[in-house]
């Protein structure tokens, strides 16, 4: 019988706010990877889980930028329970492409899309209660919330998302090297 004490897992959650989910694909992208990843990571929040609230964490990873209330929920959610908050790819860091709508007036963009777009006949802009608040700009998670890390890309690859895991949950100071930086 092994005498070894077994560690704690790390406990990471993941979110996608205004994102496209492809930050999310570029964490599967670490293929065989992911089970190494899976003997020191439990999931709380995440597509991988059907947690519905994130709970005390060790590392939350967001995609996406702050587009609605429910997004400010979330985030703050977020920056509550992970001890370290990582902005994953180019729509967290700076909005990204659904920041596009922030030289744009918001009601000319509605009225565009949901009444005046080709095709839509007897059109109305979606006015549920349950749908949650547009804000009227697209925010930067760091302008909602403190962020301890930013990984830049869109996506950012597989490899980058798994050195700066091994290296913040080896206890190092995570740091890119060149080739994983992506901008494009
Ligand atoms: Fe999608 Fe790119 Fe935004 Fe990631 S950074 S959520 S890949 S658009």
Redesign the pocket.
């Known amino acids: 019988m092994s005498d070894s004490i077994p560690m704690p897992r790390v406990r990471v959650a993941t979110t996608?706010l205004a994102?496209?989910?492809?930050?999310h694909m570029s964490f599967l992208d670490m293929d065989e990877r992911l089970l190494d990843l899976a003997k020191v990571v439990e999931f709380d929040r995440s597509p991988l889980t059907d947690i519905k609230h994130c709970g005390p964490c060790d590392i939350g990873l967001i995609?996406?930028g702050v587009c609605n209330a429910e997004n400010v929920h979330v985030l703050r959610e977020f920056r509550r329970n992970c001890k370290t908050l990582v902005a994953v790819?180019?729509?967290a860091i700076n909005g990204?492409?659904p920041a596009q709508r922030n030289h744009l007036d918001l009601g000319d963009c509605l009225q565009q899309v949901y009444v005046k777009r080709d095709g839509v006949e007897d059109g109305g802009v979606p006015d549920d209660p349950e749908l949650p608040l547009l804000l009227d700009r697209v925010h930067p998670i760091h302008e909602v919330v403190r962020v301890d890390y930013f990984i830049p890309?869109?996506?950012p690859s597989g490899d980058a998302i798994w050195t700066f895991l091994t290296d913040l949950i080896g206890g190092r100071t995570p740091r890119l090297p060149h080739p994983l930086l992506h901008f494009d």
């Open positions: 996608s994102g496209c989910f492809g930050c995609e996406g790819g180019a729509c990204g492409l890309g869109c996506p």
